[in-house]
Every structure is written in C-alpha cells, then in structure tokens.
C-alpha cells in the first residue's frame, strides 16, 4: 500500500491556516513572542502591555463603606498617593471588582472608567515601575531603529525582552497569583532568543517541579523551553520520554516546545531523529508534522544551538521524503534567501507532485523569489 495515503494530503481549507501560521513564524519570530509558547499566542495582550499602554496605573485600597478606592501608591501617571479615585472602577470582565485590595487599576486616556486587573501588594509597586520602563526603553531603541514608528511599544525587542526576563524571573509562580500571571506572560512572550537568559538563573529541578504540576498545565509549553536552557542529560532523558508517550498516541499537545527543547538541550545530532520520527514516518499526523517544521523553524531564526544552515539541510530532506508537502517550508527557505532548492522545487511542479493549490503557490512563489535574486545579481 502507498504508505503516503496514510497522512492524506490536506484539503485547501487545511493546508491555508497551516502554510499562513509557518510564514507568520518565518517573518516575526525575531520580533515577537516565540511561536512555539502556543498559549502565549492565545494571550496576545499581556499585562505588561495593558500597563504599557495605560496613561494611568495606581495600586489603590478599597474605599470600605463606598465604591471609590484610594491610591496607595501611583505606578504611572499623574494621580497623587492617597488621592481618592471617583470614576466607575469595574473589573476587567465589567464586573464590579470584588474582594481586590489592595488592588492593580489601569485608566486609558478618554476612557470613563479604570479597569482593576486583579489584587496587587503595595510592595511591588517599584517591581511595576521597573516593569513599564522596560517597555520604554524597547520603544526608545525601536524608534531610533525605525524612524516611521512613533507609537510606543506594545512588543519588547529582544534587548528589551533579555532585560524584562531578568527581570520576571525571580517572580515565576510567585504566591501571589497576579505577579506570577505577570512574569510566566512576559516569558511566554519573549522571543526564543532572549530565553537563553534564563541560563543559570533557574534551577532545573524547579521547572521540572512546574512541568508536573497539574495545575500549570496552560504554562506548560513555557516551562519546557526553559527546560531546554537549563537542564542537564537526566532532563533530556525524561524530555525523550515524553516525546515517546506522545508519540505513541499521536499527541501534538506542546510537542513543538518539546522538540525544540530537545534540540536545544542535545544540539544538531537530534535534527537526524526529528527526520527519521516525523518527516520519515509516514503514519505522523498533520499537527506532528507541524510541531516538528516549527521547532526547526524557530531554531533556524534563532541561528543558535541549530545553525540555520542545519535547518536548511532538514528542510531539504523534508521536501525529499514529502514532496507533496514541500511548500510548507517554501517561504522560510526564501526568507532565509535560500536559493539551491529553485531546481528541485520546478522539478516538482513540473511532475504535479504538488497538487494541493496553497502549497502550489507557496512553491511558485519561491520560484519567483529565487528567479528576482538570481537577476538581481546579473
């Protein structure tokens, strides 16, 4: 039997979002959120941002028999220690905030109304200076950078994210639920790169600790990235055995993350296993198929433990072992100006080995691409 048929070719439908989600990694992996931390993509606004972009934080006390509360200490804006606050105060929901005192309230300019995002300790209120400064600085250097952007930041770059880590880090799983919900998100959202900081400044046995708690479940992908920075042989080891427990049930649930974990934790003499499991083996899923392009994707921006030219080399084999498939890494190859699969690439339209319309004009449009460079230089 055609062992191809097993994993059929994806409808349109399918193969779009997919082919849009790898050239989403391919053109902002370096600016944004690293793409294998799913959940931080579902969490596009963190808190840092709200603070950010607020004209106003305060961390205030309840008002007791009235609705109004009173600044304890102003974060950000022009309000004054003990200064009563009059306007409505609702939670982020629109519900009437309950039980948060003290308490984190953000104002946006024009808006009525503050927002209460969750109960904050008055202690941390220099930790939240220190916090929306980060995301001044990254706007400062992004202006400098590109002129043409005069808003202020809402993302960090990678020196701004490298400094919002150390940042955070001390306060991962904080007891205090809204700190810890402020530094896992700031992690979540820094881009692969600026996670090596965690080197040496998180004990292996402590994520390990994070990655087995039931209730940290959504934190998941996080912490196993950092897993990858900071564990030793014996992580690796059990990394393995979950990759192989997933694998046997077909689960792509935070296997990215794992995969590039696993690549940064064992280096390039893993990218012949990740062939051999997943572009080889055709009884791999689509989300596995994926989880395992993405991985090599975000190693390749990231140009680090996995050279890009490694990443290149598996890309190849997979258009090889997949050429039903080979648009899926036809825009990374082109971002990365990756002429040398332009023959096989024709090849392959030429023989309708790509059927599928998406994948065909992924294919054509890297054709065309190498086609304009090779001009370029005439």
């Not at 080979?326 to 030429?350: I, K, P, R, S």
């Amino acid at each position: 039997m055609n062992s191809e048929r097993q994993v059929p070719i994806p409808s349109v439908r399918w193969l779009r979002p997919v082919l849009s989600a790898l050239v989403f990694v391919s053109s902002v992996a370096t600016a944004i959120a690293c793409p294998l931390c799913y959940e931080a993509a579902k969490q596009m606004v963190t808190i840092g941002q709200q603070l950010n972009t607020a004209d106003r934080v305060v961390i205030a006390r309840w008002g007791g028999s009235t609705t109004h509360f009173r600044i304890a200490s102003a974060i950000k804006g022009d309000d004054a220690d003990s200064a009563t606050i009059v306007d409505p105060v609702l939670a982020s929901d629109g519900t009437v905030p309950s039980g948060c005192d003290p308490c984190l309230l953000i104002h946006y300019a024009l808006n009525p109304q503050w927002t209460a995002l969750g109960t904050m300790p008055i202690e941390y209120a220099d930790w939240l200076r220190q916090l929306i400064a980060t995301y001044r600085t990254s706007g400062e250097l992004r202006r400098a950078t590109w002129p043409q952007r005069l808003q202020p930041s809402t993302v960090l770059n990678e020196a701004g994210s490298r400094q919002c880590i150390s940042l955070v880090l001390p306060r991962l799983e904080s007891p205090d639920a809204l700190i810890a919900q402020i530094a896992w998100q700031e992690l979540a959202h820094a881009p692969y790169q600026a996670l090596e900081t965690v080197r040496s400044h998180v004990d292996a046995g402590t994520v390990e600790g994070w990655l087995n708690d039931p209730k940290l479940a959504s934190r998941r992908a996080v912490y196993t990235l950092v897993l990858g920075f900071v564990g030793g042989p014996d992580d690796a080891e059990r990394l393995e055995q979950r990759m192989g427990v997933a694998g046997t049930s077909h689960d792509a649930t935070n296997l990215a993350a794992m995969i590039g974990a696993d690549l940064e934790l064992r280096g390039p003499s893993r990218i012949a296993w990740v062939e051999a499991t997943y572009f080889a083996d055709h009884t791999r899923t689509m989300p596995e198929i994926e989880a395992a392009l993405l991985a090599l994707n975000v190693h390749g921006e990231a140009n680090g433990t996995i050279s890009r030219e490694q990443v290149i080399d598996a890309y190849l084999a997979f258009i090889r072992e997949r050429p039903a498939m080979a648009g899926f890494v036809a825009q990374q190859l082109a971002d990365w100006n990756y002429w040398g699969a332009a023959t096989e690439y024709a090849a392959l339209l030429a023989s309708d080995a790509v059927k599928d319309p998406a994948s065909q004009f992924a294919v054509v449009n890297y054709l065309q691409r190498a086609a304009a460079a090779k001009a370029a230089l005439q």
